[in-house]
């Protein structure tokens, strides 16, 4: 900036008794003059509020001039504008009491691999006439840096797989161990959901703000925080409305999700039936819909008109009324997949097969269980909603008796009334199961709320009265007298569906549930002597082929006949 056009503008400024601020491309041409506000703030013009991207700067600089002596520090809103919009610098002016060019005081962003640590550096100037600063040959200079920083980390991540980087956020108005909990949840849905977690933010408070959630100021920070983290996406611990969905996304470009929103993309990736990928799609325009936003306003289909919009259909209203179509052509062709299940079940009816369904919290081992119990190789992995689609095996139990087993996919707490009617086509198998096996994770501290927020789904779907079993699964990781006492207090049958320890009691309760008159202490597998021996020091290896063929695929063979005299 020019002595002389620092001249110019503090004059104005003491005329206007108001804030002045210059947009200077790097030719220095002033792009954009902004008049700000009596309470010192200066509002920019939409330059495209869009990261320039790691490597590049906006291409343009933020001088201004503020009234009432010299400047102590720079205003907060020039260094948030500075990081968001990466500009090349921005400077604060002071103005004398005569209207002449005072202190200077400016800033510039900083390469990630500064060793401050800090998004930024501070200079200060006594006056604009000492500034000796080839600013073409300096900010030239400084891209050359972060293009460096972009072209290594690339490389770095040469041959991996690209992950999107995001910070969590919650806030929370209960108590930190509940609050602790339900963050490390959201972080395992961000590891399911294929995201890398490069920051977390927890604030407590007594009321959610009803516009930004956590605040003006705090969200402000959080997007700062993002952009130095290089994060692309920001993931909220709850549920946003329409309008906070809104008035988040208006102050980043950044990608915001919510807590739904992360599930969905979870089930997405994971659909790999018709019926899935038909249920993830209506769900994901359910919730989506109402929450389809007005961010630009050239979105009529004709300019002008009255007030500008036209009088054509709004380019919203025509993206409304197409996921409304969308949304009725998924509920008739998952109509017709509900009607073929119902045959489908009504097929087995005939055969007169009993049907067993595994419910439980995400990742409590349903489907390592299936596995167990049936000898299968159903997909296992750690991670939040694993399985997706429903899967079913047959299990002969001893006396040439057979069931139905099925797998189904995993509940989670505040699970959101439209998404669980979106999925009634896959969890409608519970309305027909003969018994439910609700199983949870016995080492989770955290399991009594998670059974909890299962019997609440159960209720949604209206099988709450079914019969069913409550199994603790995963006691191999705790100690035999814990196993004991949590189950007794519970009244869970105790298991671990990876050693296989505690199956045959399970298969034992099941039989006596399902078939009146099974003795509950007759033998399915080698009947385990006391709920302690559940969990032994050195847990036996799995049972042979031949064992299990003898136990489980030949008949009783009836006792020998005795001679009898004539």
Same mark, same amino acid.
């Not at 008794?17 to 506000?37: M, S």
């Not at 700067?57 to 720079?74: C, D, E, K, M, S």
């Not at 008159?517 to 009947?527: A, H, K, L, Y």
């Given at each position: 900036m020019s002595p002389e056009l620092a001249r110019t503008v503090t004059e104005?400024?003491?005329?206007?008794?108001?804030?002045?601020?210059?947009?200077?491309?790097?030719?220095?041409?002033?792009?954009?003059?902004?008049?700000?506000?009596?309470?010192?703030?200066i509002y920019l013009p939409d330059i495209g509020r869009a990261r320039a991207g790691?490597?590049?700067?906006?291409?343009?600089?933020?001088?201004?001039?503020?009234?009432?002596?010299?400047?102590?520090?720079?205003p907060r809103d020039l260094l948030t504008d500075l990081q968001k919009l990466q500009l090349d610098a921005v400077a604060a002016l002071g103005v004398d009491p005569a209207g002449l060019p005072g202190t200077l005081a400016w800033a510039q962003l900083l390469p990630r691999s500064d060793?401050?640590? +800090?998004?930024?550096?501070?200079?200060?100037?006594?006056?604009?006439?000492?500034?000796?600063?080839?600013?073409?040959?300096?900010?030239?200079?400084?891209?050359?840096?972060?293009?460096?920083?972009?072209?290594?980390?690339?490389?770095?991540?040469?041959?991996?797989?690209?992950?999107?980087?995001?910070?969590?956020?919650?806030?929370?108005?209960?108590?930190?161990?509940?609050?602790? @909990?339900?963050?490390?949840?959201?972080?395992?849905?961000?590891?399911?959901?294929?995201?890398?977690? /490069?920051?977390?933010?927890?604030?407590?408070?007594?009321?959610?703000?009803p516009r930004t959630v956590l605040g003006r100021g705090k969200l402000e920070e959080v997007v700062l925080g993002a952009l130095q983290h290089g994060a692309d996406i920001i993931v909220f611990d709850r549920d946003?409305?329409?309008?906070?969905?809104?008035?988040?996304?208006?102050?980043? +470009?950044?990608?915001?999700?919510?807590?739904?929103?992360?599930?969905?993309?979870?089930?997405?990736?994971?659909?790999?039936?018709?019926?899935?990928?038909?249920?993830?799609?209506?769900?994901?325009?359910?919730?989506?819909?109402?929450?389809?936003?007005?961010r630009q306003t050239g979105m009529s289909r004709l300019t002008g008109g009255i007030g500008g919009r036209g009088p054509?259909?709004?380019r919203l209203e025509i993206d409304r009324r197409r996921a409304k179509d969308r949304v009725n052509r998924l509920e008739k062709q998952l109509e017709k997949v509900a009607s073929q299940r119902t045959l489908r079940r009504s097929a087995r009816r005939k055969e007169g097969l009993p049907v067993i369904s595994i419910v439980g919290y995400t990742n409590a081992g349903k489907s390592t269980l299936l596995n167990a119990l049936t000898q299968s190789d159903v997909f296992v992995a750690n991670q939040l909603f694993a399985t997706l689609d429903p899967v079913s095996r047959r299990l002969r139990f001893p006396h040439e008796r057979e069931v139905i087993i099925t797998d189904t996919v995993g509940f989670i707490r505040d699970l959101p009334a439209d998404l669980v009617n979106a999925f009634k086509a896959t969890l409608e198998e519970l309305s027909e199961a003969d018994?439910?096996?609700?199983?949870?994770?016995?080492?989770?501290?955290?399991?009594?709320?998670?059974?909890?927020?299962?019997?609440?789904?159960?209720?949604?779907?209206?099988?709450? +009265?079914?019969?069913?079993?409550?199994?603790?699964?995963?006691?191999?990781?705790?100690?035999?007298? /814990?196993?004991?006492?949590?189950?007794?207090?519970?009244?869970?049958?105790?298991?671990?569906?990876?050693?296989?320890?505690?199956?045959?009691?399970?298969?034992?309760?099941?039989? @006596?549930?399902l078939?009146?008159?099974?003795?509950?202490?007759?033998?399915?597998?080698?009947?385990v002597a006391s709920p302690a021996a559940v969990v032994p020091a050195q847990p036996p290896g799995p049972p042979s082929h031949d064992e299990l063929r003898r136990t489980w695929l030949e008949p009783p063979r009836p006792p020998a006949e005795t001679p009898t005299r004539n």
């Open positions: 104005l400024v003491h005329e206007l008794r108001r804030p002045l601020g210059l947009l200077i491309d790097r030719g220095g041409r002033v792009e954009a003059v902004v008049l700000g506000t009596e309470q010192r703030r790691l490597a590049r700067l906006r291409g343009v600089r933020l001088v201004a001039a503020f009234p009432g002596g010299p400047i102590a520090q720079l060793p401050s640590g +800090e998004r930024y550096r501070l200079h200060e100037e006594p006056s604009v006439h000492g500034l000796r600063l080839d600013f073409q040959e300096f900010v030239r200079a400084l891209e050359d840096e972060l293009t460096r920083e972009t072209v290594d980390a690339r490389e770095a991540r040469s041959g991996a797989v690209r992950q999107d980087r995001a910070v969590l956020v919650g806030v929370y108005d209960t108590v930190r161990g509940e609050a602790e @909990a339900s963050m490390m949840e959201l972080r395992e849905l961000a590891r399911s959901a294929g995201v890398t977690v /490069v920051d977390v933010v927890m604030q407590f408070r007594r009321l959610v703000d946003l409305s329409p309008s906070q969905l809104n008035a988040i996304t208006q102050e980043t +470009e950044l990608k915001v999700l919510d807590r739904t929103m992360l599930i969905l993309d979870i089930f997405a990736q994971r659909a790999r039936t018709t019926d899935g990928k038909l249920q993830v799609e209506l769900a994901q325009l359910k919730y989506s819909l109402p929450r389809l936003a007005q054509g259909e709004t018994l439910l096996l609700h199983v949870f994770d016995g080492a989770d501290p955290d399991h009594d709320r998670h059974i909890k927020a299962v019997e609440r789904v159960l209720e949604q779907l209206g099988v709450q +009265e079914r019969p069913r079993i409550l199994v603790m699964n995963k006691v191999d990781q705790l100690e035999a007298d /814990v196993v004991t006492r949590q189950a007794a207090a519970l009244g869970a049958v105790p298991v671990s569906a990876l050693t296989r320890d505690g199956i045959p009691a399970l298969l034992n309760a099941a039989a @006596a549930r078939w009146t008159g099974q003795r509950t202490d007759e033998p399915v597998w080698e009947q």
